[in-house]
């Protein structure tokens, strides 16, 4: 682990919930495991993972002012559910509080959440390691999603999307009107 990994790390332990915590440390091995098989960058997929909820911990309210603050723009699905917000924030203070530079690494948090059409590499590691960790237990499909990601990677991005639209729909939450653009980008994708 770099130094910048293991500054990092001590910084969120103090900084994070316990259980957010732990997510976050099974994000950073998982998506390590990820950029192994796809042959990503490995450090880059840690750093990534280790810090895409750092700005979990901030309250809603707070989320919308520091956003405000920084001219991030709001959406009004965002304005209506400040949770969306912290991968856009996230983003944010990885490179102004965590001193992150890495543009792919910074992109990726920024849209671990909702996904985006057309992602890259590390983008895609991200989404699936978040979703796949092994502290995760409530997801649909998560030992069938598990084997996938590291079979296709692709695939898997659009089941777990497929499967998250599913859940949002059933409990009738907020669904982010790019995590829909995504599984259809997706889907045309795998045709
Ligand atoms: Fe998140
Ligand atoms: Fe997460």
Redesign the pocket.
């Known amino acids: 682990m770099t130094e910048q990994l293991k500054k990092i790390k001590k910084q969120l332990k103090k900084e994070l919930e316990k259980d957010r915590y732990q997510h976050t440390l099974g994000v950073m091995y998982t998506a390590s495991c990820l950029a192994m098989r796809y042959e990503g960058d490995i450090q880059q997929a840690m750093l990534a993972g280790l810090l895409?909820?750092c700005a979990?911990g901030v309250p809603g309210d707070r989320q919308i002012h520091l956003c405000k603050k920084n001219r991030i723009p709001i959406r009004t699905v965002e304005r209506e559910n400040p949770s969306l917000l912290?991968?856009k924030l996230g983003a944010y203070l990885a490179k102004t509080e965590y001193g992150v530079k890495n543009a792919e690494v910074l992109h990726a948090i920024a849209v671990?959440?909702t996904g985006a059409p057309q992602m890259g590499l590390l983008d895609k590691i991200l989404f699936v390691a978040?979703y796949i960790e092994p502290n995760r237990d409530k997801a649909a499909n998560l030992a069938q999603v598990r084997k996938m990601a590291f079979e296709n990677l692709d695939q898997a991005v659009f089941q777990i999307l497929h499967d998250t639209m599913h859940y949002l729909n059933q409990k009738r939450g907020a669904i982010d009107p790019v995590t829909d653009e995504t599984y259809q980008y997706y889907r045309q994708q795998l045709r």
């Open positions: 895409h909820d979990k912290h991968a671990h959440t978040d």
